[in-house]
């Protein structure tokens, strides 16, 4: 298989973001999915069937027979693994938008201060996970999507508090009937986390662009400068 052309570090940076972006949209669309296939297999939204098995010992002589309704059992065995399944999803979905907001956040502060990467990078955990960067874009007075951006960010701070919040309430052994209130509002807050982090990350993924223009435009003038001396080069005939 033929090499693949070396790119531009503007052109790497950017498929790098737009990976963390393709990451996140795979996990929103199987949350999406998770989502609808547990709401379907809620156990109330289903009458079950009256009909019953019997289950006899395979052992004789141990234990009596033991009457089962397998429909009733179905419906809260698939509300359990796709429940299950919902959260795994959303989890991921969470941690991958996270990622994609906070990568593109970092390729946005890089280009302003002069570096050029040519990925996006990240710091492990112990684990070997991912860390994800500093969200926030400062510095962006002349990009017209500054405000947009900014308010979005506000609002995926927002939801981070909360669930800081909910966390630290969680672990309080005795709530207040009003800190019980606040708990329920800080979780119900937190869970758009993943759908603001991709909102959000959208918005930073133009930015990167944005900042990018001047680089690239640094790159074309590189090379005509550089097309031109080839054909000063070239032998008169």
Not at 11 to 30: K, P, W
Not at 60 to 83: C, N, Q, T, Y
Not at 216 to 225: I, M, V
Request: charged letters at 25%.
């Amino acid at each position: 298989m033929p090499e693949k052309p070396a790119q531009h570090w503007t052109e790497s940076l950017f498929d790098s973001v737009y990976a963390l972006y393709e990451t996140a949209r795979e996990y929103q669309i199987a949350h999406r999915a998770t989502q609808l296939l547990a709401a379907q297999a809620e156990f109330d939204r289903h009458k079950p069937h009256e009909g019953r098995i019997t289950l006899e010992r395979h052992a004789a002589g141990h234990g009596h027979p033991v009457m089962k309704e397998p429909h009733s059992d179905a419906l809260f065995d698939l509300g359990r693994i796709h429940g299950d399944a919902a959260s795994e999803m959303h989890r991921r979905y969470e941690e991958t938008a996270l990622l994609f907001a906070s990568g593109a956040a970092w390729a946005v502060r890089s280009v302003q201060l002069g570096h050029t990467p040519p990925t996006v990078t990240f710091q492990t955990d112990q684990y070997e996970r991912p860390v994800q960067h500093r969200l926030s874009i400062t510095g962006l007075t002349n990009y017209a999507g500054a405000e947009l951006l900014n308010t979005s960010y506000e609002l995926l701070a927002h939801r981070l508090s909360a669930s800081d919040r909910a966390v630290h309430l969680a672990e309080q052994s005795d709530l207040a009937d009003h800190e019980a209130g606040e708990f329920h509002d800080a979780v119900d807050t937190a869970m758009g986390i993943a759908d603001s982090a991709f909102s959000y990350g959208l918005l930073a993924q133009k930015a990167v662009n944005f900042v990018l223009l001047e680089p690239r435009r640094a790159r074309e003038r590189e090379a005509a400068l550089a097309r031109a001396a080839a054909q000063t080069d070239q032998p008169t005939p």
